[in-house]
């Protein structure tokens, strides 16, 4: 088991003792938090990267320690500091990125673009959502048993929604989204990746000025008529980019993720569907007590999976006590909302994916401030995927053995490989 770090300066411990593994909020057993990050207390400092240097991190684990440090913008900044540069500051591709701005100028861009995600507003999206769902659906019925849903499914289906909410055109998406994901591939070097990701972020550059002459109806447009002198293009620009990056490979994971545990727990696929309400009384079955009871469960899984390992970093701008640790001004805390999400404290049995639970207040999408601005546009994405999905295949199963597929755990989200289904 890794070496929890000593509560000292790194000058007052031998280096072999400071040792703890990088990126240890990211490890998983399948769907599951590792056995080392479960044996992480609940909020502890360490070491990181001990081959490379001494910066030393704080960890949180614990629901409590998570939820009160993520809903603490006064004392935590998710900002990052660029020393002489001055504090006002930052590289040109961080504009408009909502994660490195506090308040007030993140309560200024959030106030403006909240209202283009609420669900009235998603509605509208809907039929759009619908027809890429089916398209994609298409490819994998023409495909036959055996079919992978990762990269005819899982992968296409989050990026081309997010180009029909912002306005990519249809002939402009497949080397738009190319680019995207090219980008997202931590497989490639950081200096090809950050090739693609220019040039996407160039498109975007025109798209605004274009839309800035002639705005239509979509999520762009709609900001440069409600608030088009409050926002600068490169803010407009920032904000698309996040979107995109962060939803992409979120979605694709809640996809890819979602379907395995369904096929893993096949008895409560029908409360996903919104066919039982798991009670059997009068609001069992379809209608308003089955959507209730989708919806319910869909967020139960959101906060079984939980696709991203931990939010934008914490630094702390004051000194501040959580329980009986202190907190220094200038640390960074990085909050695993995987182990937050399992914690005892937040509902009974956590590691037991129970659709028929009663809604709790997980950490899957963040929280404080900075929650997640998407999570109605993703629960809206998934509740149609996973409905159109077993609508068109009811009697969908794994095409090889459980113990073949493989997970991946990246930096910023959790996922499977491949997923070859038959039907």
Not at 52 to 60: G, I, M, N, P, R
Not at 80 to 95: D, K, Q, S
Not at 124 to 143: G, S
Not at 319 to 347: F, H, W, Y
Request: aromatic share 6%.
């Amino acid at each position: 088991m890794p070496q929890q770090a000593p509560q000292q300066s790194p000058q007052q411990q031998p280096r072999a003792q400071q040792a703890y593994p990088e990126l240890l909020y990211t490890r998983r057993t399948r769907f599951d938090p590792a056995d080392d990050l479960r044996a992480a207390p609940p909020l502890s400092r360490y070491v990181i990267g001990p081959n490379e240097s001494d910066e030393w991190v704080w960890l949180a684990t614990g629901y409590t320690e998570v939820r009160r440090i993520l809903g603490d913008h006064t004392n935590f900044s998710t900002r990052r500091r660029w020393g002489a540069e001055g504090p006002n500051w930052r590289p040109p591709e961080l504009v408009g990125h909502l994660m490195d701005y506090d308040p007030p100028e993140h309560t200024r861009l959030r106030q403006m673009l909240t209202p283009e995600f609420t669900v009235r507003r998603l509605r509208r999206l809907e039929p759009d959502i619908t027809a890429i769902i089916e398209e994609h659906l298409d490819t994998v019925e023409a495909t036959g048993p055996g079919a992978d849903l990762m990269p005819l499914f899982a992968q296409p289906v989050p990026g081309e929604v997010l180009c029909e909410l912002i306005g990519v055109p249809r002939d402009d998406r497949p080397e738009f989204l190319r680019h995207c994901h090219r980008h997202l591939d931590f497989s490639r070097s950081r200096k090809v990746r950050a090739a693609d990701g220019a040039a996407f972020s160039r498109y975007l550059v025109s798209m605004v000025a274009r839309q800035r002459k002639d705005p239509d109806d979509g999520f762009i447009g709609a900001l440069v008529r409600e608030h088009g002198a409050d926002f600068t293009d490169e803010e407009m620009r920032g904000v698309c980019v996040l979107l995109i990056l962060a939803g992409i490979d979120n979605i694709e994971g809640m996809i890819g993720l979602g379907v395995l545990a369904m096929l893993e727990n096949p008895d409560q696929l029908p409360l996903l569907l919104g066919e039982r309400d798991g009670t059997g009384g009068p609001g069992a079955g379809k209608g308003d007590g089955g959507r209730l009871a989708s919806d319910r469960a869909l967020d139960e899984l959101i906060r079984y999976m939980s696709v991203a390992n931990a939010p934008t970093p914490r630094t702390a701008v004051n000194d501040v006590r959580i329980g009986d640790q202190l907190i220094k001004a200038g640390e960074t805390v990085i909050c695993s909302l995987t182990m937050a999400n399992r914690d005892p404290s937040l509902t009974d049995g956590p590691d037991r994916l129970d659709l028929a639970r009663e809604p709790v207040a997980h950490v899957a999408f963040g929280h404080g401030v900075h929650h997640c601005l998407g999570a109605a546009l993703a629960r809206t994405e998934l509740r149609i995927a996973y409905k159109a999905l077993w609508r068109r295949f009811p009697e969908l199963r794994l095409a090889v053995p459980a113990e073949e597929v493989r997970f991946y755990n990246r930096a910023l989200a959790h996922g499977v490989h491949r997923l070859p289904v038959a039907w």
